[in-house]
């Protein structure tokens, strides 16, 4: 009988046995089957395809190490085999190891448990013609749009359906089967010998439905004035480089900012490894009293929902930050043990070891319209879009740059210029904010390859340095 692919970790609960019988304390068996397409409308090329794999992890702490063992199509055989590697892998890796004690992990629940994200129209059913239709709809409208300005666009659609199981030592057995849709449109504009581009990157977790609910003509418009603006628009003045500004952030702008100065100093792991602005702040003031900040994996249809983390803790509501003060972290069960507290479902690792992570993070919406942001702004500017968000966590430093700035002077918006960005230090941003805006808009986007989404109202800060 061939050992075919195998379908289900059930049939594979034996080959736990044999790593704790040889001093491991710990092991699980995880499997990865993901099925989608995708359909991409360039200015010089196009294609459509359709995608499946099947991907088999093993994992094993053995005293200092963890060991893991990765493979594609795994079979049942191949999957005890990768049990033996990932054993031998630990073990050379705890002769070197320089941990002063043995890897522990905080106790959690033992959870048998079938999770099915629902949705009305499996992405699956659906047939790539339609999806190729709906991108060629995408495409001439931005042409007609833009008229003679346009330049060129690119529309990426793609889906996904990812069925995730889980058996680990502790008797836990997890199985989720997650639909995701994104959609991705780029437009450059042209004004006169000036070109400059603008873009959009929607995701869910939801069914094909989500695009038919997109209000495409909306989304078009709004990105082709974007890049029109740009393209008609000016370089940084000089004057700027350097000075500090009041600055209104739109939602993406805002997202991002959340993302870079809370979201990564939560990660528990940094704080253990090179450090974190958020080091020995449990429980004070790190931001504005105003700000209340969430991570949370369990909002439905958001990019990066989930309802069990990588290493099968069920996921929920984390508030990090309450009223300015530093409420909690995001957790691997390891970090949760090191540190005499619990997981908070925040563990992401296909295949590596665990890591803390976002899921879907996002400010809690206050008072302020965006319009009354801008008015009480009197000298200062404003950011839409996001190109580039980084940060250096040890340090606390973060970069972000819109895709558009555009001058405030006495409370109105003035020119547009290219090329601006702002930096500064996480923990003086907290601090700057001197207005939150009453309407939270979500962004997907993807972190060291998983799906997450950063949100936020419209936020102003009385200070930031522009570069």
Not at 14 to 41: C, F, I, R, W
Not at 240 to 263: F, N, R, W, Y
Not at 332 to 342: D, F, I, L, P
Not at 358 to 376: C, F, G, H, T, V
Request: proline share 4%; charged share 25%.
């Amino acid at each position: 009988m061939p050992d075919n692919i195998i379908t289900s970790l059930e049939e594979c609960v034996e080959n736990l046995d044999m790593p704790l019988k040889n001093g491991a304390t710990y092991a699980d068996l995880k499997l990865y089957v993901e099925h989608g397409s995708q359909v991409a409308l360039r200015a010089t090329s196009s294609d459509a395809q359709v995608f499946e794999r099947t991907v088999g992890v093993a994992r094993v702490i053995y005293g200092k190490a963890w060991g893991i063992h990765v493979l594609e199509n795994p079979t049942k055989t191949s999957l005890k085999d990768a049990c033996s590697q990932a054993l031998k892998l630990a073990k050379s890796a705890d002769s070197t190891s320089i941990l002063d004690k043995p890897i522990t992990l905080a106790e959690v629940k033992q959870v048998r448990r079938e999770v099915v994200c629902d949705c009305k129209v499996d992405p699956l059913t659906v047939e790539v013609e339609q999806k190729i239709t709906f991108t060629k709809d995408i495409a001439k409208k931005a042409e007609s749009t833009l008229k003679d300005s346009y330049g060129w666009c690119e529309v990426v659609y793609g889906d996904t359906r990812s069925n995730f199981s889980l058996i680990n030592t502790e008797g836990t057995f997890i199985h989720e089967v997650t639909p995701t849709v994104d959609l991705l449109v780029f437009l450059v504009a042209r004004s006169g010998e000036v070109v400059e581009s603008a873009g959009r990157f929607l995701g869910f977790a939801r069914g094909y439905e989500v695009i038919e609910e997109i209000e495409s003509d909306r989304l078009i418009r709004e990105i082709a004035e974007r890049a029109l603006k740009l393209a008609r628009g000016r370089s940084l003045p000089p004057g700027l480089q350097g000075k500090k500004l009041a600055v209104v952030m739109d939602p993406e702008c805002s997202g991002a900012l959340i993302h870079e100065t809370v979201g990564h100093p939560a990660e528990a792991d940094f704080m253990l490894g090179a450090g974190s602005p958020f080091d020995n702040k449990l429980g004070e003031q790190v931001a504005v009293k105003e700000l209340r900040v969430y991570d949370d994996a369990t909002m439905p249809g958001q990019y990066g929902t989930y309802s069990f983390d990588d290493e099968a803790v069920e996921s929920r509501k984390i508030c990090l930050i309450d009223d300015g003060v530093l409420k909690s972290l995001l957790h691997t069960r390891e970090t949760a043990a090191e540190m005499n507290t619990q997981p908070t479902g925040s563990a992401h690792g296909l295949a590596h070891v665990p890591r803390c992570l976002m899921s879907n993070i996002y400010a809690e919406p206050r008072d302020w319209k965006q319009e009354e942001l801008i008015e009480e702004t009197k000298n200062g500017i404003y950011m839409q879009g996001v190109i580039r968000a980084q940060s250096t966590p040890v340090e606390g430093l973060f970069v972000i740059q819109p895709e558009s700035t555009t001058i405030i002077l006495n409370g109105k918006l003035q020119e547009t210029i290219r090329g601006a960005r702002v930096t500064g230090k996480a923990r003086d941003a907290l601090k700057a904010i001197d207005g939150i805006g009453n309407r939270l808009i979500m962004r997907a986007t993807v972190e060291k390859e998983f799906n997450i989404s950063d949100g936020s109202p419209p936020i102003r800060l009385a200070s930031l340095t522009v570069q």
